[in-house]
């Protein structure tokens, strides 16, 4: 849960949150998922059974949401309050941050996802639909000439509706520039009595290029106004504020080069989705002896046409990437130095730290088994361990076959173990195993469980060859490796243990060609 309100360690306890101020409820105040006051429905759960034993292993509550909530400032940080659903006949106990050992401290594992800086690309739509509108001509279509033309001439005037395709941007596209360019080349040679102001408007509706003339919008569906109905920018029908303007000067002559109007304003409506994208309505503010024509989509020169030009912010997520290749190195590494023990039915209480070999099997009605680590502290949960072999030198019943083959399996120790008092019984000073023999996990998570991480077999009418056996040990490495597990190293028997002892060379053979190896192959 949420605890409702800071606390302070140096005094918190079931009736206080902090010095002299107590709890409104004794036990802690908190908010539950939904918000309710002392609420019910947790953030996070986890089941133990109460058939289920501590096996000294981290367990994990999936608090997302309630981090997220700390993260993003809707709620003040005052921590994670936890409690059992039902609090009766049903204590547990985990090592807290002062239980002194690192491996075992509580533990808060986030994954975050940085937001990649935005990339800018620059965009130009070439392929305009245009069409004149002429006060002179007001029902003919002028659908294909090749220029576009605003502003006032012989008592007439002339304007433009210009559309270009935005479908491929969509509500998440930031546009930061949007500038529309026209390319100037008439009157030639001529100045014009009064300057012409370009003004740009949003078309109040859609129009069809096949029918829009200076009267209509479509076949049959007239203007509401003669000459165009248009929004201005803030939202006035026929209104004078233009989304955007440009100023030819009435002395300057056309220079046949283009000519930008920023539309980043209009564009950005289009593109949010905040308004159909009905184009461009392009008209002179004062419509008098000004006239100038530019080029339009029909004019056949492409460096002439008009074009809208677009500059926008994309993540980088969005942007496919080539990936950068990287050679995988293979190492290799093979660890020696294995602490291992010998465990001995017939002499239960007995540690066999020192002996000069390791047993499995079974002979004479007793069973032997052992118990064997190495160091992995060296590797991380960034090592991906390709191959783990476990090399075991055999060497006795020296020239003799045995009655039975022997399966020699890997387990998972299912706590720490320690070699100086380990054996048949205890696996540390005054501590026992649950079961004679050892406590293990198998490949699927059981207790006590029938199937090993890995196996090899030797047939009963082999006879020890004085050569290194290797056991593929490697998902149980990279359990331990990842920290999925801790490492507890390996519990080695036989699967059936009657009639096919058999024995191996251990860390304490005094000859480093013969003793235990752990061979890895890995890329870091």
């Not at 605890?3 to 004794?26: E, F, G, H, I, M």
């Not at 990649?116 to 007001?138: F, H, Q, V, Y």
């Not at 920018?233 to 989304?243: A, E, F, M, V």
């Not at 004679?436 to 996990?441: A, I, R």
């Given at each position: 849960?949420?605890?409702?309100?800071?606390?302070?360690?140096?005094?918190?306890?079931?009736?206080?949150?902090?010095?002299?101020?107590?709890?409104?409820?004794?036990?802690?105040?908190w908010?539950?998922?939904?918000?309710?006051l002392?609420?019910?429905?947790?953030?996070?759960?986890?089941?133990?059974?109460?058939?289920?034993?501590?096996?000294?292993?981290?367990?994990?509550?999936d608090?997302?949401?309630?981090?997220?909530?700390?993260?993003?400032?809707k709620?003040?940080?005052?921590?994670?309050?936890?409690?059992?659903?039902?609090?009766?006949?049903?204590?547990?106990?985990f090592?807290?941050?002062?239980?002194?050992?690192?491996?075992?401290?509580p533990k808060?594992?986030?994954?975050?996802?940085?937001?990649?800086?935005?990339?800018?690309?620059?965009?130009?739509?070439?392929?305009?639909?245009?069409n004149r509108?002429?006060e002179?001509?007001?029902?003919?279509?002028?659908?294909?000439?090749?220029?576009?033309?605003?502003?006032?001439?012989?008592?007439a005037?002339?304007?433009?509706?210009?559309?270009?395709?935005?479908?491929?941007?969509?509500?998440?596209?930031?546009?930061?520039?949007?500038?529309?360019?026209?390319?100037?080349?008439?009157?030639?040679?001529?100045?014009?009595?009064?300057?012409?102001?370009?003004?740009?408007?949003?078309?109040?509706?859609?129009?069809?290029?096949?029918?829009?003339?200076?009267?209509?919008?479509?076949?049959?569906?007239?203007w509401?106004?003669?000459?165009?109905?248009?929004y201005?920018?803030?939202g006035?029908?026929?209104?004078?504020?233009?989304?955007?303007?440009?100023?030819?000067?009435?002395?300057?002559?056309?220079?046949n080069?283009?000519?930008?109007?920023d539309?980043?304003?209009?564009?950005?409506?289009?593109?949010?989705g905040?308004?159909?994208?009905?184009?461009?309505?392009?008209?002179a503010?004062?419509?008098?002896?000004n006239?100038?024509?530019?080029?339009?989509?029909?004019?056949?020169?492409?460096?002439?046409?008009?074009?809208?030009n677009?500059?926008?912010?994309?993540?980088?997520?969005?942007?496919?990437?080539?990936?950068e290749?990287?050679?995988?190195?293979?190492?290799?590494a093979?660890l020696?130095?294995?602490?291992?023990?010998?465990?001995?039915?017939?002499?239960?209480?007995?540690?066999?730290?020192?002996?000069?070999?390791?047993d499995?099997?079974?002979?004479?009605?007793?069973?032997?088994?052992?118990?064997?680590?190495?160091?992995?502290?060296?590797?991380?949960?960034?090592?991906?361990?390709?191959?783990?072999?476990?090399?075991?030198?055999?060497?006795?019943?020296?020239?003799?076959?045995r009655?039975?083959?022997?399966?020699?399996?890997?387990?998972?120790?299912?706590?720490?173990?320690?070699?100086?008092?380990?054996?048949?019984?205890?696996?540390?000073?005054n501590?026992?195993?649950?079961?004679?023999?050892g406590?293990?996990?198998?490949?699927?998570?059981?207790?006590?469980?029938?199937?090993?991480?890995?196996?090899?077999?030797?047939?009963?009418?082999?006879?020890?060859?004085?050569?290194?056996?290797?056991?593929?040990?490697?998902?149980?490495?990279?359990e331990?490796?990842?920290?999925?597990?801790a490492?507890?190293?390996?519990?080695?028997?036989?699967?059936?243990?009657?009639?096919?002892?058999?024995?191996f060379?251990?860390?304490?053979?005094?000859?480093?060609?013969?003793?235990p190896?752990?061979?890895?192959?890995?890329?870091?």
């Amino acid at each position: 849960y949420r605890p409702a309100s800071s606390w302070n360690t140096s005094y918190v306890s079931w009736n206080k949150r902090d010095k002299n101020v107590a709890w409104k409820n004794a036990g802690g105040d908190w908010y539950d998922k939904k918000g309710v006051l002392q609420g019910s429905t947790p953030y996070a759960t986890i089941t133990f059974k109460g058939s289920t034993l501590p096996d000294n292993r981290y367990y994990e509550l999936d608090v997302t949401e309630l981090v997220k909530e700390y993260v993003t400032g809707k709620y003040e940080n005052t921590g994670i309050l936890i409690k059992t659903r039902t609090e009766n006949n049903n204590y547990i106990a985990f090592y807290s941050n002062e239980g002194g050992i690192e491996t075992q401290k509580p533990k808060l594992n986030i994954t975050t996802k940085e937001t990649p800086a935005p990339i800018i690309i620059n965009e130009t739509i070439n392929e305009a639909i245009d069409n004149r509108l002429r006060e002179a001509s007001p029902d003919s279509v002028y659908q294909d000439s090749a220029f576009i033309d605003v502003g006032g001439m012989n008592d007439a005037r002339y304007r433009d509706v210009i559309w270009f395709d935005l479908d491929e941007f969509n509500d998440t596209t930031e546009v930061t520039d949007s500038t529309l360019s026209l390319y100037w080349y008439y009157p030639a040679g001529n100045e014009r009595p009064d300057d012409t102001v370009i003004e740009v408007y949003r078309p109040a509706s859609e129009w069809n290029s096949s029918y829009v003339n200076w009267n209509k919008k479509d076949k049959n569906v007239a203007w509401k106004n003669a000459g165009g109905d248009w929004y201005d920018k803030n939202g006035i029908t026929q209104g004078d504020t233009p989304y955007a303007s440009i100023a030819l000067k009435g002395s300057e002559l056309p220079d046949n080069k283009y000519h930008e109007i920023d539309v980043t304003e209009l564009v950005n409506e289009y593109v949010s989705g905040k308004y159909e994208n009905t184009g461009f309505l392009i008209k002179a503010r004062n419509e008098n002896n000004n006239y100038i024509a530019f080029y339009s989509n029909e004019c056949g020169k492409e460096t002439q046409k008009p074009s809208l030009n677009i500059t926008k912010k994309v993540s980088s997520e969005n942007i496919p990437v080539v990936p950068e290749i990287i050679e995988k190195i293979t190492l290799n590494a093979t660890l020696t130095g294995a602490i291992d023990n010998r465990l001995r039915e017939a002499s239960p209480d007995a540690v066999y730290q020192d002996s000069t070999f390791i047993d499995v099997g079974g002979m004479n009605n007793a069973v032997y088994r052992d118990i064997m680590w190495f160091d992995l502290n060296e590797f991380n949960n960034a090592t991906e361990v390709t191959s783990a072999n476990l090399s075991l030198y055999w060497y006795y019943p020296a020239e003799n076959s045995r009655l039975n083959d022997t399966v020699i399996e890997v387990y998972k120790p299912a706590s720490s173990w320690n070699s100086s008092y380990v054996s048949w019984n205890n696996r540390d000073k005054n501590v026992a195993w649950k079961n004679p023999g050892g406590d293990w996990y198998d490949k699927n998570g059981v207790s006590q469980g029938d199937t090993p991480y890995a196996s090899i077999t030797l047939k009963g009418s082999e006879l020890p060859d004085n050569k290194y056996h290797e056991i593929d040990v490697t998902e149980l490495v990279n359990e331990y490796v990842s920290g999925n597990y801790a490492n507890t190293g390996f519990l080695i028997k036989a699967r059936d243990e009657n009639n096919n002892y058999v024995a191996f060379y251990s860390n304490n053979c005094g000859n480093e060609t013969q003793v235990p190896k752990l061979q890895l192959e890995y890329i870091n």
